[in-house]
């Protein structure tokens, strides 16, 4: 009964460069959730996605970054042109139901960026 | 605009029960008091949730104010392996906008 797997576990890119972040829920999850913790400070919401559909990104900067989570494969978190305000753990939860219940979301090791 | 206010940090003697407080003044009626963890260098983890009542599962207890105004998470015997980051959070079922704090920092020493 494997977790919330996430890779890499560590990425690094040079200023510019493009990094994409997976993650596979839970077996049996059909919900994922995208957070961001920069240095000392606590977790924010990213987005928040289902199959094949982007539920609320409210949390996602508004430029050069993109969310999927396709039909078949794991979701993606793709940062272009990363800049150094980038580094940051980005974690991954992910939930059997999404709205209107109480499930827990149950989050992933995190990838851990760090742009030079 | 927090909802919650721990403490920042707080010491607890390995075996013994630790005591973590919360306080939520401004909770509404349908909102939920949670809590998680999280372990250096790993996500957070989801502990115990509640409504009004106390709750408890095999890793703590949650203990609520009659008037829901704060509550205390309970870890009945802390080893070392329960060195983290703890984080309150009141949240309406349907939110899955997890939003998190500063929580607080408990150090279990031996």
């Known amino acids: 009964n494997a977790g919330v797997m996430q890779n890499p576990r560590h990425l690094v890119r040079r200023r510019g460069q493009e990094a994409r972040l997976r993650c596979s829920p839970m077996?049996?999850?059909?919900?994922v959730y995208w957070y961001r913790q920069l240095p000392e400070e606590g977790l924010k919401f990213m987005v928040y996605?289902?199959?094949?559909?982007?539920?609320?990104e409210s949390g996602m900067p508004k430029e050069r970054f993109s969310a999927e989570f396709p039909k078949e494969g794991p979701s993606i978190l793709r940062i272009q042109q990363v800049v150094r305000g980038d580094s940051a753990a980005y974690f991954c939860?992910?939930?059997?139901?999404?709205?209107?219940?109480?499930?827990?979301?149950?989050f992933g090791p995190g990838t851990r960026l760090t742009v030079t | 605009d927090a909802k919650t206010t721990q403490p920042p940090s707080m010491d607890c003697a390995e075996g013994r029960a630790a005591n973590l407080p919360c306080n939520h003044s401004?909770?509404?009626?349908?909102?939920?008091v949670y809590w998680y963890r999280q372990i250096h260098s790993q996500g957070p983890q989801y502990i115990i949730h509640?409504?009004?009542n106390n709750e408890t599962n095999e890793m703590a207890s949650l203990i609520i104010t009659e008037d829901r105004k704060s509550s205390t998470l309970i870890l009945p015997h802390a080893t070392l392996r329960d060195t983290a980051v703890y984080y309150c959070?009141?949240?309406?079922?349907?939110?899955?906008?997890?939003?998190f704090g500063a929580g607080t920092t408990v150090t279990v020493r031996a």
């Open positions: 939860a992910s939930s059997p139901m999404g709205l209107r219940s109480t499930y827990e979301q149950y």
């Open positions: 077996k049996g999850h059909s919900h």
């Open positions: 996605l289902q199959k094949e559909n982007i539920i609320d």
């Open positions: 401004t909770i509404s009626g349908n909102e939920y």
């Open positions: 509640g409504l009004k």
């Open positions: 959070i009141v949240r309406v079922a349907d939110d899955y906008k997890l939003s």
